[in-house]
């Protein structure tokens, strides 16, 4: 049985665009820009100030003990003058479940929210934050959840069956229904407001003036509302853009040349590879399933369970890559252009003095299980076409960078990467991966730490890692290391930052907090 179903990139698009009534006809009348968000209270253009950053955090309890929660703890004491908090994306696991989100989102981050200090009182979809929690969506936040095995995994839930591993992932009778928990959490879901109010709506909360059309006010303790599924903010002087890369990672279709072939042939062999994998996995969860509950088979089972997990997403990762599909089936072309009109006009406007992005699938990582998956390339080369066109539009050096900083998630580690010569405009950017927030942390790939890529028949090197954090050792000595990052902006015209991440890690069942000095930042 297929475990979980990931809705196609038309559908996304689709099902989101309805629940904001994207482009409705009164919104067009009143001038608003669907993507502009603004933050109040505002902040000088040259203010120093502080930012958060998590990723990949959803799951619930595990081992008796909750990672998402001891990082949200950490970031209260340590960050607790941060202005914002962005998130990378898989607000909730494993299928972003409406019915997940008081355990998996409302109980860990309760100091965020209104009404916090009794947070199973919060219903998911009238939540309301003391300051701003700026997410995207991540994969796991548009998985959906067969009808059969939905049935299923709460049938046998008194029984230790082989399913058992599955509800230990966070399911429950279904999934997110195409994203639809995530936009009634977060988004300004229009869909819902009657005819005969919108107006009213409209004109009460899009009141903030923009260069693009009335915007979003989003209002602490108030009304905390995102516009889109991907949006766009100005704080501090900074420009800051929020992509759904979820609907511009679809691999790039294999062709029909001999080596295209040969590739093909390697995919499918690698995916029966898998499967195999996967039933091997199956059956280890059985023989630990049938141990006494002690420390020692929950850290087995939990790293089962996490090897699975990256077992599956690595077969859909191969089976979206031997789908026949063409690009422009496949791409969300109209928020790709978004982004290089929404980067252009921020260049062209002086007083802005910096730019950051930040989105899911990351387009450089080191972590074993994507770094050379298809999704992660596919965001690669449509990132770097944006890129490249903004390039010919703007006045820069060439040692400026399209953006100052790429924040991204889905890997579950910690890691700090610069681009070298890519031939591209993105080169020389800083990218950062936080998705170690909460879920399942992973290992960096054996190949090293030095990402390379063919370049005019030439294998030449395109990024380098400067420091992962995420799950290293084994045995007693294992360790993982949950994080989130920390960014201090300095005051001035010109932007000066400091990225400060936040580790809490966890080793011979004890806890251990630290923060890491980056050598570049």
């Not at 596919?378 to 400026?400: K, N």
């Amino acid at each position: 049985m297929k475990f979980v179903s990931d809705p196609t990139i038309a559908r996304k698009v689709a099902a989101m665009q309805q629940r904001v009534r994207w482009q409705h006809p009164l919104i067009q009348q009143l001038g608003i820009d669907q993507t502009r968000l603004v933050l109040e209270p505002a902040i000088a253009p040259d203010a120093a100030f502080k930012f958060c950053v998590l990723g990949d955090s959803g799951n619930g309890q595990h081992r008796g003990d909750s990672p998402q929660r001891r990082v949200s703890q950490l970031m209260q004491s340590q960050a607790s003058e941060a202005k914002f908090v962005l998130h990378t994306g898989d607000v909730v696991y494993l299928v972003g479940s409406s019915e997940q989100y008081q355990e998996n989102f409302i109980q860990p981050y309760q100091e965020l929210l209104v009404g916090g200090s009794q947070p199973q009182q919060i219903a998911y979809n009238q939540m309301v934050f003391n300051q701003p929690f700026l997410p995207v969506l991540g994969n796991h936040d548009y998985y959906d959840l067969p009808v059969a095995y939905g049935l299923l995994s709460q049938l046998l839930w008194p029984l230790k069956q082989v399913f058992r591993y599955h509800i230990d992932l966070d399911v429950g009778w279904h999934g997110s229904y195409q994203g639809d928990a995530y936009a009634q959490a977060f988004l300004d879901y229009l869909k819902d407001v009657p005819d005969a109010a919108l107006k009213a709506h409209l004109e009460r909360h899009y009141t903030a003036q923009t260069s693009t059309g009335r915007g979003l006010c989003y209002q602490p303790q108030k009304f905390t509302r995102l516009p889109n599924r991907y949006y766009r903010f100005r704080y501090g002087g900074i420009d800051f853009f929020a992509l759904d890369s979820n609907t511009f990672n679809a691999p790039r279709p294999i062709g029909t040349d001999a080596s295209s072939q040969q590739r093909r042939q390697h995919l499918i062999a690698t995916r029966n590879s898998a499967m195999a994998q996967l039933d091997t996995y199956v059956q280890q969860i059985k023989m630990v399933d049938h141990q006494p509950s002690t420390v020692e088979s929950q850290d087995q089972l939990d790293e089962l369970l996490g090897q699975i997990e990256q077992v599956e997403e690595s077969i859909r990762d191969i089976e979206k890559q031997l789908a026949p599909q063409t690009v422009d089936q496949s791409i969300d072309q109209a928020q790709l252009d978004w982004l290089y009109e929404s980067l252009v006009e921020s260049w062209q406007d002086s007083s802005v003095r910096g730019r950051m992005i930040y989105f899911h699938h990351p387009p450089y990582v080191t972590e074993a299980t994507k770094w050379d998956q298809g999704q992660t390339l596919a965001v690669r080369h449509y990132l770097r076409t944006v890129f490249d066109r903004v390039a010919q539009e703007v006045s820069r050096t060439q040692q400026q960078s399209i953006v100052d900083l790429v924040l991204c998630g889905h890997a579950h580690c910690f890691e700090y990467l610069q681009t070298l010569e890519t031939g591209h405009a993105d080169r020389h950017t800083q990218w950062v991966i936080c998705g170690g927030s909460g879920f399942s942390l992973r290992r960096q790939r054996r190949e090293g730490h030095v990402l390379q890529e063919e370049i005019d028949g030439e294998l030449r090197d395109v990024a380098i890692s400067r420091g992962f954090w995420g799950k290293t050792g084994h045995g007693a000595d294992k360790r993982r290391t949950y994080s989130f990052l920390e960014v201090e902006v300095s005051a001035g015209e010109q932007l000066q930052f400091r990225l400060k991440p936040h580790m809490v890690e966890y080793q011979r069942k004890k806890w251990n907090p630290y923060q890491v000095s980056l050598a570049f930042s």
